[in-house]
């Protein structure tokens, strides 16, 4: 779980500085923030609410407000519909002087003498549901007014260093009442109060700050639908909401401390529809702008939802079979982003589907959406920032890859952001594979991390477009001399192969396998004397060599006691077997026969050694009926499907390609994925590891 309360923050890579505050007064007497001396404006004109609104001036006053707060077409960003007729009946109003007395006195009188009738009814008017018309709307008086509102909260404005914590239920309920559907003046007043209610009474600050950050989700169904007023749309109710955080926050810096937590308990539920997550992650990415401080936090808690949703699908992708499973991914529904906002998520035109594959497509369709907000983020600091945005940027992704993606076993989307961002340009991608290497090599790391970087180097190399053959043959070359040396190592005391005992070496060795499949004709000699893989594959297969030292190491691993070829995934083998022979580089063919004829035994379970906190990445699966032990084939950087969020990822791949010669179509993406060349055989052999 990513604490959201961390003290090292990720640099913001584009923050917005945040402006100075001016002098503020006492609490007891706040300074007005709405402004009375500006000129009208023209007739017709649009006008955007914005923060300006919202600045202290010492020269308002509060009389001035009430004024200027009433209801106009003039200052109404949204449009009013001119038929519509606004809570309005000045000439039965209690003035804002009484009005303010009214209200000191009530809360005097709650306070020290315990007397709450004016109390109440104060609380009442804030209480009452402005959906609802007549008598029975309210018990004991009739409904509030838009004046009346109005009056009474700037009332509490002025006595608000008087709402201590015998006050919370009035404090409560005007936090609680409708406010984002009312008009532009309101909306002001409102978000003042709050401003100096967190301010001054700092117990209610968790209070402001989670009614805030729980609209900033999909907007429930008649919110921004007031009798009298004009429709609000959900976009504007979310500037609102992030209006009134950044007002709060400015005149509370100290605030983001108690509002990482709150973010992260609001986020939507696994039950809620994709809509509610894709808006709220929206939300949360456009808080950055206002509160650069809490970037490593959000993004932090943003890629820790989505790895989960991401995992849920992998597990719940197992109950169907490989082609349901891809139907799947091809149906899911791509949400527009002009339906974000709705409350209703759509998916349920799919009448046939079983409640699992509705459950799946939806889950689909939030990881989707999600991944593809942070893309578009992310795609302006990579694509127009300085070299320092984009180190910047990498360093924020892999500070989240590293402590939530990599220990995670089943992730097989959220990591495409650094497979693509780390491809724009050679120093960002020597970054990210110095990273993976630094884990490989490093042995106080725990078994599984080790396993995971190298499957993440061995997919990230084999995959990428972007990489440069010399960057491939450096990696490469990198593996095999760690793999001959972990031979060495490992070999002295190796009575068979051992999954248990000698993880690190596997992985390292199905690593090279991998890479060698999809990338062996950046490994040929032609290629390091500058033939490019075209001119490559015009070559006859006797035409085409190695460097002397990959065929020695590779020849002297597989051939060891270690014997990784048992070990390694079938599919893998059963490929580079196929390419070695074809060029009659290695034949290995004998081996994999002697191989079906071994059975390992008295294997305990690679769980028993793994940190609890990860997922088995190097897990041990029964290879069909042969019962030996193997790696899984898990390859993070295999083709990426989401319908919406691929679009970025277009031109990053490396595509299989067969191999002149030997297939007949070129451009099947099969890759190592062939079929299990081994089949059942009589064990004849038995190793005991213990």
């Given at each position: 779980?990513?604490?959201?309360?961390?003290?090292?923050?990720?640099?913001?890579?584009?923050?917005?500085?945040?402006?100075?505050?001016?002098?503020?007064?006492?609490?007891?007497?706040?300074?007005?923030?709405?402004?009375?001396?500006?000129?009208?404006?023209?007739?017709?004109?649009?006008?955007?609410?914005?923060?300006?609104?919202?600045?202290?001036?010492?020269?308002?006053?509060?009389?001035?407000?009430?004024?200027?707060?009433?209801?106009?077409?003039?200052?109404?960003?949204?449009?009013?519909?001119?038929?519509?007729?606004?809570?309005?009946?000045?000439?039965?109003?209690?003035?804002?002087?009484?009005?303010?007395?009214?209200?000191?006195?009530?809360?005097?009188?709650?306070?020290?003498?315990?007397?709450?009738?004016?109390?109440?009814?104060?609380?009442?008017?804030?209480?009452?549901?402005?959906?609802?018309?007549?008598?029975?709307?309210?018990?004991?008086?009739?409904?509030?007014?838009?004046?009346?509102?109005?009056?009474?909260?700037?009332?509490?404005?002025?006595?608000?260093?008087?709402?201590?914590?015998?006050?919370?239920?009035?404090?409560?309920?005007?936090?609680?009442?409708?406010?984002?559907?009312?008009?532009?003046?309101?909306?002001?007043?409102?978000?003042?109060?709050?401003?100096?209610?967190?301010?001054?009474?700092?117990?209610?600050?968790?209070?402001?700050?989670?009614?805030?950050?729980?609209?900033?989700?999909?907007?429930?169904?008649?919110?921004?639908?007031?009798?009298?007023?004009?429709?609000?749309?959900?976009?504007?109710?979310?500037?609102?909401?992030?209006?009134?955080?950044?007002?709060?926050?400015?005149?509370?810096?100290?605030?983001?401390?108690?509002?990482?937590?709150?973010?992260?308990?609001?986020?939507?539920?696994?039950?809620?529809?994709?809509?509610?997550?894709?808006?709220?992650?929206?939300?949360?990415?456009?808080?950055?702008?206002?509160?650069?401080?809490?970037?490593?936090?959000?993004?932090?808690?943003?890629?820790?939802?989505?790895?989960?949703?991401?995992?849920?699908?992998?597990?719940?992708?197992?109950?169907?079979?490989?082609?349901?499973?891809?139907?799947?991914?091809?149906?899911?529904?791509?949400?527009?982003?002009?339906?974000?906002?709705?409350?209703?998520?759509?998916?349920?035109?799919?009448?046939?589907?079983?409640?699992?594959?509705?459950?799946?497509?939806?889950?689909?369709?939030?990881?989707?959406?999600?991944?593809?907000?942070?893309?578009?983020?992310?795609?302006?600091?990579?694509?127009?920032?300085?070299?320092?945005?984009?180190?910047?940027?990498?360093?924020?992704?892999?500070?989240?890859?590293?402590?939530?993606?990599?220990?995670?076993?089943?992730?097989?989307?959220?990591?495409?952001?650094?497979?693509?961002?780390?491809?724009?340009?050679?120093?960002?991608?020597?970054?990210?594979?110095?990273?993976?290497?630094?884990?490989?090599?490093?042995?106080?790391?725990?078994?599984?991390?080790?396993?995971?970087?190298?499957?993440?180097?061995?997919?990230?190399?084999?995959?990428?477009?972007?990489?440069?053959?010399?960057?491939?043959?450096?990696?490469?070359?990198?593996?095999?001399?760690?793999?001959?040396?972990?031979?060495?190592?490992?070999?002295?005391?190796?009575?068979?192969?051992?999954?248990?005992?000698?993880?690190?070496?596997?992985?390292?060795?199905?690593?090279?396998?991998?890479?060698?499949?999809?990338?062996?004709?950046?490994?040929?000699?032609?290629?390091?004397?500058?033939?490019?893989?075209?001119?490559?594959?015009?070559?006859?297969?006797?035409?085409?060599?190695?460097?002397?030292?990959?065929?020695?190491?590779?020849?002297?691993?597989?051939?060891?006691?270690?014997?990784?070829?048992?070990?390694?995934?079938?599919?893998?083998v059963a490929e580079f077997a196929r390419i070695t022979h074809h060029f009659q580089f290695l034949y290995v063919y004998p081996l994999l026969e002697t191989n079906k004829r071994i059975r390992i035994t008295a294997f305990r379970s690679i769980s028993t050694l793994a940190d609890p906190r990860f997922s088995h990445v190097g897990r041990e699966i029964h290879a069909g009926d042969n019962g030996g032990y193997q790696l899984d084939a898990y390859f993070p950087f295999d083709p990426y499907q989401l319908p919406r969020s691929r679009r970025w990822l277009e031109g990053d791949y490396v595509e299989w390609r067969g191999i002149p010669g030997l297939d007949d179509a070129d451009d099947s993406d099969s890759g190592a994925e062939g079929s299990d060349d081994e089949s059942d055989g009589e064990d004849v052999t038995e190793t005991d590891e213990e």
């Amino acid at each position: 779980m990513v604490s959201l309360a961390t003290t090292s923050r990720t640099p913001a890579l584009k923050a917005t500085p945040a402006l100075p505050l001016s002098k503020m007064r006492t609490a007891s007497s706040p300074v007005p923030i709405l402004k009375t001396s500006k000129p009208a404006p023209a007739v017709g004109s649009k006008r955007k609410m914005s923060d300006a609104d919202l600045t202290l001036s010492p020269s308002s006053s509060q009389e001035d407000d009430v004024e200027d707060t009433q209801p106009t077409k003039k200052k109404a960003r949204v449009q009013f519909d001119r038929e519509v007729k606004m809570h309005e009946d000045t000439s039965s109003e209690t003035s804002l002087a009484v009005v303010r007395e009214e209200v000191r006195g009530a809360i005097h009188r709650h306070v020290a003498m315990s007397e709450s009738e004016g109390y109440d009814r104060i609380k009442g008017i804030f209480t009452a549901d402005p959906k609802e018309q007549g008598d029975d709307a309210l018990l004991a008086y009739d409904m509030p007014t838009h004046t009346c509102l109005k009056n009474h909260l700037l009332g509490l404005l002025s006595h608000v260093a008087s709402l201590d914590r015998s006050c919370s239920g009035l404090v409560n309920a005007i936090i609680s009442s409708e406010w984002v559907g009312r008009d532009e003046s309101y909306v002001k007043l409102y978000i003042r109060f709050l401003g100096n209610l967190a301010a001054a009474q700092n117990s209610y600050l968790g209070s402001v700050l989670k009614m805030l950050v729980s609209n900033m989700t999909i907007v429930p169904r008649g919110v921004g639908r007031l009798p009298g007023y004009a429709v609000v749309s959900a976009s504007e109710i979310h500037t609102r909401v992030h209006m009134a955080l950044r007002h709060v926050l400015r005149l509370i810096p100290a605030g983001s401390g108690a509002l990482s937590p709150i973010l992260s308990a609001q986020f939507p539920s696994d039950a809620d529809p994709a809509s509610a997550n894709i808006t709220y992650t929206r939300n949360l990415i456009q808080m950055i702008a206002y509160a650069p401080e809490l970037q490593s936090d959000i993004f932090g808690l943003i890629t820790e939802k989505l790895v989960k949703i991401d995992v849920q699908i992998q597990v719940d992708m197992e109950d169907f079979e490989d082609e349901v499973g891809d139907d799947l991914l091809h149906e899911a529904n791509e949400e527009d982003d002009e339906d974000d906002d709705v409350s209703v998520a759509s998916g349920d035109s799919e009448e046939d589907d079983t409640k699992a594959a509705k459950k799946i497509k939806e889950n689909i369709s939030k990881v989707d959406g999600m991944i593809d907000l942070l893309f578009e983020y992310f795609s302006v600091p990579f694509a127009n920032g300085s070299l320092t945005d984009k180190e910047n940027a990498l360093d924020l992704l892999l500070s989240n890859f590293k402590s939530i993606i990599l220990p995670t076993y089943r992730s097989r989307h959220s990591q495409f952001l650094l497979f693509h961002f780390s491809q724009m340009s050679p120093a960002l991608v020597d970054r990210f594979a110095a990273t993976f290497i630094q884990h490989i090599f490093n042995k106080l790391q725990s078994a599984i991390i080790r396993q995971s970087s190298a499957a993440y180097l061995a997919s990230f190399v084999a995959r990428g477009a972007h990489i440069a053959p010399e960057v491939v043959r450096d990696v490469f070359d990198l593996l095999l001399t760690h793999l001959d040396s972990l031979r060495v190592d490992y070999e002295k005391t190796c009575r068979g192969p051992d999954l248990r005992r000698y993880g690190p070496f596997y992985s390292t060795a199905q690593a090279i396998l991998y890479i060698f499949c999809f990338r062996w004709r950046e490994l040929t000699t032609a290629a390091a004397e500058g033939d490019t893989p075209d001119q490559v594959d015009e070559l006859e297969p006797n035409q085409i060599a190695f460097p002397p030292n990959v065929k020695e190491f590779l020849h002297k691993c597989i051939y060891s006691r270690l014997n990784p070829l048992k070990v390694c995934s079938p599919a893998i083998v059963a490929e580079f077997a196929r390419i070695t022979h074809h060029f009659q580089f290695l034949y290995v063919y004998p081996l994999l026969e002697t191989n079906k004829r071994i059975r390992i035994t008295a294997f305990r379970s690679i769980s028993t050694l793994a940190d609890p906190r990860f997922s088995h990445v190097g897990r041990e699966i029964h290879a069909g009926d042969n019962g030996g032990y193997q790696l899984d084939a898990y390859f993070p950087f295999d083709p990426y499907q989401l319908p919406r969020s691929r679009r970025w990822l277009e031109g990053d791949y490396v595509e299989w390609r067969g191999i002149p010669g030997l297939d007949d179509a070129d451009d099947s993406d099969s890759g190592a994925e062939g079929s299990d060349d081994e089949s059942d055989g009589e064990d004849v052999t038995e190793t005991d590891e213990e």
